[in-house]
């Protein structure tokens, strides 16, 4: 049985064909590059029913991960996370068909794990001791975990003010960590600083400069689909800071479309934003084809401080091909629906999700989202990583006190 179908790397922007069993980063051109896999061959191989029976993890869609040898699979069991009906909170919005797929319950507690644990595997697989990377601190957390699982050294460098569990993270897995004061565009240059001094000791694992992070990361469409009863929703919405799940997902849609998966209308896709930091937004409303760098990014919902994606034209491909859309949440409608959800749904989830979950209110609101869509959120982290956003004033007491009823 073969355990992977990858075939090549193809380049996102220029075509340009490259080998896959060697270590890529970018294509000549500057473009990313994206994994293709002998599809036909694969669909002969594996039926939907088939995947049923396999264990719970998101290595269920092994013959389109990049992995070619099972031995070599890194896994914290990451994948298969909950499709939550939010009821409550999608009767408020108008939304009842809402839905999150809630990857806060995934080893690290961010859905980096995904990509983590498909990007370190199959740099291992290929021969790779070390790598290093710019963050904004969960992609640092999860690439430390499964680098540490996997025997690799790693070396990140992420934004003094990143959520400062992520350092912890960090130090326990035994990276090597810097702390940068600036944003994770002025800690890449940092990096590929030191990356091209490490005189090859060490792989560049920075946002889409290696092509298998996406791979994991589109495991979230396999999943939303499978869950779906192999069916799309209508609408999924993704918190959207360097854009690779949100790549991920349109590939992955694509791929299934092939594999003769799914059939029938793709769901429209939408990039949130924080309005302080939105160039994808910018770049979507002005129907350009990539972004312009956002200056001075700034937002609560720290994964999307992003201020210039590399993958920008794959971002904006993805809203144009599925009648998508990109929305700008602002700081505070973000921690107050964090905090609706919480209240009404009883799940905690991060700051990023919040403002996926605000911008379907908003699109709701508009007319964009109809009452009888099926819509899927992407919760990408747990709000306990996160425990600064909530601000709690209670009364302390001493031992012996009688506490106030109600
Ligand atoms: C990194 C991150 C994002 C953004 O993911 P991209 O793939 O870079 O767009 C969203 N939410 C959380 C919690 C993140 O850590
Ligand atoms: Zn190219």
Not at 134 to 153: E, F, I, K, Q, V
Not at 330 to 348: H, I, K, P, V
Request: glycine share 12%; aromatic share 6%.
């Amino acid at each position: 049985m073969t355990f992977s179908h990858l075939s090549h790397l193809d380049c996102a922007r220029c075509g340009r064909r490259h080998d896959a069993d060697t270590v890529n980063n970018l294509c000549e051109c500057g473009s990313p590059l994206l994994a293709r896999y002998d599809l036909a061959a694969a669909g002969k191989a594996v039926r939907p029913a088939d995947i049923a029976g396999r264990p719970p993890t998101l290595w269920r869609y092994h013959e389109v991960l990049p992995v070619r040898e099972e031995g070599r699979v890194v896994s914290l069991g990451e994948g298969m996370t909950p499709l939550l009906p939010l009821a409550a909170l999608g009767q408020e919005m108008g939304v009842p068909g809402l839905l999150m797929k809630d990857d806060g319950l995934i080893p690290t507690g961010s859905f980096k794990a995904r990509g983590a644990a498909v990007g370190v595997s199959r740099a291992a697989e290929l021969g790779v001791t070390g790598f290093a990377m710019p963050s904004n601190g969960n992609a640092a957390a999860a690439w430390a975990m499964y680098g540490a699982r996997a025997g690799l050294r790693s070396v990140v460098a992420m934004p003094e003010d990143a959520p400062t569990i992520t350092r912890a993270e960090c130090a326990a897995a035994g990276a090597d960590l810097f702390l940068v004061r600036g944003h994770i565009g002025d800690a890449g240059r940092m990096i590929a600083d030191l990356i091209g001094r490490s005189g090859g000791a060490l792989m560049d694992a920075s946002t889409l400069k290696e092509p298998y992070r996406i791979e994991g990361k589109k495991t979230m469409a396999y999943e939303i689909v499978e869950q779906l009863g192999w069916r799309c929703p209508d609408v999924i919405v993704y918190p959207t800071g360097g854009g690779v799940g949100l790549i991920g997902i349109h590939k992955a849609l694509a791929e299934m479309r092939q594999l003769g998966w799914i059939t029938g209308p793709q769901p429209r896709l939408v990039a949130v934003q924080a309005t302080g930091c939105a160039p994808v937004v910018q770049a979507f409303r002005a129907g350009a084809r990539e972004a312009e760098p956002w200056p001075q990014p700034r937002t609560v919902a720290f994964g999307l401080t992003v201020p210039k994606p590399l993958g920008d034209f794959l971002i904006l491909d993805a809203l144009y091909d599925t009648n998508g859309t990109a929305v700008a949440v602002d700081d505070a409608d973000t921690l107050a629906e964090q905090l609706r959800c919480a209240q009404l749904e009883g799940a905690f989830i991060c700051p990023e999700g919040a403002a996926a979950l605000a911008a379907v209110r908003v699109l709701r609101k508009e007319g964009w989202v109809g009452e009888q869509d099926q819509v899927v959120v992407l919760n990408t982290g747990a709000g306990v990583k996160y425990p600064e956003t909530v601000t709690v004033t209670v009364p302390t007491f001493d031992p012996g006190d009688s506490l106030p009823t109600r």
